[in-house]
């Protein structure tokens, strides 16, 4: 009769509920904290790559640009034949050097723009056909939690941009645009 009274006494069973709810609830809050890492860190590995394209865009070619193929006539004649301008030619092995040197100082800046968990980023590929740049970059971030039940404890994250340089249309007077 004694142990029957014990299997039926209900006092207690509410904590183990509680317990376990308590232990999922704290899970979820570390995965969810993860995933807005990874989200925060590729947004900022997307602004990096975007930021070392552009500068690697701007390195003028400037023995291609000055050959003397224009004249004060070209952009006029180009605006009234309604004909594209020619993409501003970029020196490719400047543009390495320049994406390389961005990156490192979004690999090694303390703004904040640079988010900490972010481990140095890494160029893994590097295009120049003389009028536009496309790079691809490598990066891992570090979770602020150890996910629940499983051992990782970073990701790889990945990025590629391409920009191109074009001549603005428009009439500049001393380099000032008229429009």
């Not at 303390?110 to 988010?115: A, G, L, V």
């Not at 140095?120 to 150890?146: Q, R």
């Amino acid at each position: 009769m004694k142990w029957n009274s014990k299997v039926k006494d209900e006092r207690g069973s509410l904590s183990v509920v509680i317990i376990g709810l308590f232990v999922i609830t704290v899970a979820s809050l570390m995965v969810m904290t993860d995933i807005a890492t990874v989200m925060v860190a590729k947004r900022s590995l997307t602004q990096a790559t975007e930021a070392a394209a552009m500068r690697g865009v701007h390195t003028l070619d400037r023995d291609t640009y000055y050959s003397g193929k224009g004249t004060m006539a070209t952009t006029p004649l180009a605006l009234i034949n309604k004909r594209e301008h020619p993409a501003i030619p970029i020196d490719c092995n400047q543009a390495v050097i320049d994406v390389m040197l961005e990156l490192n100082n979004w690999s090694t800046d303390d703004s904040s723009m640079k988010r900490q968990e972010l481990q140095g980023i890494v160029l893994t590929d590097f295009v120049c056909d003389g009028t536009s740049v496309e790079i691809s970059t490598y990066a891992t971030v570090k979770f602020p939690f150890m996910v629940p039940f499983t051992s990782q404890s970073s990701a790889h994250l990945y990025s590629s941009a391409a920009s191109t340089n074009q001549v603005q249309e428009g009439f500049y007077l001393f380099g000032v645009r008229l429009h």
